[in-house]
Every structure is written in C-alpha cells, then in structure tokens.
C-alpha cells in the first residue's frame, strides 16, 4: 500500500541521502522508464494536443526531461501563481535554456487576485481552509482552466506515494469535471526512483530540495520538512492532511 511518509532510506530532499545509483536500482528505474516512456509517446499519438502541467517539482522535472528527450509534440506548461519562491523562477530560466524550449507561463487574472485581497486580506489564506482553497482557486484553477481549453489530454507528475489523498493513483484516469482524460506516468515511482533518474540524467532540479523542501508550491504555503515527516507536511501545514489539496486535481464535474 502507498504511504506518504519516507523511511530514512526515503528521505531523499538533501544531497548527502539521495539514492547510490545500485544495479538493482537502476535494473527497476529502467523498467519504468520505458513504461513511462511508451505511455508518453502514446499520449502524443492519439491524444493530440495534449499538455503537460509542469509544477516544477522532482516529479515534473523527471517528465520534462523525457518529453524533451524524445522531441515529443506536447505542449508543456506551467502555473506562475505570482508568489512562488526565487528559486521556482530560476528553474523556470533554467529548464528553458537546458532544453532549449519555451515553457507556456499561465498567470491568475489580476481583477481576481484585487477583489480577494480587497475583501479578505492579502494573507486571508491562513485564516481559513476555504479561503486558502479560494486563493488556490484564483491562483492555480482558474489558470489551468485556460491551459487546458481545447485540450484532449492532461498529463501530470503526481505520484500515489505524495500524500494519503493520493493513494491507489492510477496510471490512467479521467478528468470528469474536465471532460478529458488525464495521465499520471509516474504513479507508482517512489521518491528514491525519482532522484535516481535525476541524478543519472542530470535533470535540473528545483534548489530549495538541498535544503530540504520536498514539496514547493507558493512561497508562504511551503516550508522545509523534517527527516521522518511526511512529504507533504511542508505544505499548508496549519491544515488537516485531508485538505492538502490545491484543487488542480479535485475536479467534480462541472466544477
């Protein structure tokens, strides 16, 4: 069964813990590799234009880099909420300039952002679950709407192991609220298969790992973690982990 919390030998968000490239390792890594791969080039075959939701995260990175490996023709974008860390936006440049390609940058709608904070306060998300989840809404939903609109396909870096709200994540899915379906390659890797290919591939990575984040959304709903947390628990940590969810995949349908 999938757990959210990392063992000792999990605990991969610091250089010194990240996973020694073992045959057998590497033996499993290539397994999912060309599972991933295979489902990735079939993404683009038959589900033309797809897109992909680049967070920016490990996960997302390891996605990147095979997209951009085997030059396939799906779009790859990413949410720019307006308060992500310094070290988002330097991954951003670099990711570009690494693979040479040009990341679609969705942005909230300025009018939205002015009446919350007018109403409730520019930090109005820290005084309740729903009004964090309006932020997210204004901040993450709303943008991914207008990335996603003529799109037959949605692909995401999600993992089961991320969070208890993850658990038994399937490979293939269907976005009922979206009316598309939506592909998650990467469900069944741990986090030691992640920073295994990172690190035998050379992926660029976000730096703010190093320093033990191992979840990074927007800078004031993201903290580092300590060894033996959950993986999640950097994330909105004044909430229940029942709520650690943007909305980005909690569509209800026609929601």
């Not at 920016?56 to 799906?74: K, N, S, T």
Request: charged share 25%.
């Amino acid at each position: 069964m999938p757990t959210s919390s990392l063992s000792s030998g999990e605990a991969m968000t610091n250089p010194a813990t990240r996973p020694n490239l073992t045959p057998r390792l590497l033996e499993t890594l290539a397994t999912k590799v060309a599972r991933a791969e295979a489902l990735l080039a079939e993404i683009a075959a038959h589900f033309a234009p797809a897109a992909f939701a680049n967070s920016l995260g490990a996960e997302d990175m390891v996605l990147m880099d095979l997209l951009c490996q085997h030059r396939l023709p799906v779009e790859i974008f990413t949410l720019d909420t307006g308060r992500l860390p310094p070290a988002t936006y330097d991954l951003m440049a670099e990711s570009e300039r690494h693979y040479g390609v040009r990341l679609h940058i969705h942005s909230p709608r300025h009018e939205a952002l002015e009446a919350y904070a007018r109403e409730h306060g520019i930090n109005a998300f820290r005084d309740s679950v729903e009004l964090r989840k309006t932020c997210c809404r204004i901040r993450k939903v709303e943008p991914l709407e207008r990335a996603l609109a003529g799109k037959k396909a949605w692909i995401t870096g999600m993992r089961a192991q991320q969070s208890a709200t993850r658990e038994g994540l399937p490979e293939r899915d269907f976005d009922a609220g979206r009316g598309i379906p939506k592909f998650n390659p990467l469900a069944d890797w741990s986090e030691r298969e992640i920073w295994a290919y990172i690190r035998q591939h050379a992926v660029p990575y976000n730096r703010l790992h190093d320093q033990f984040y191992s979840s990074i959304g927007c800078a004031p709903c993201t903290r580092a973690i300590s060894l033996g947390e959950d993986i999640r628990a950097g994330r909105w940590w004044w909430e229940e982990p029942a709520a650690k969810e943007c909305g980005l995949h909690v569509s209800e349908p026609g929601g």
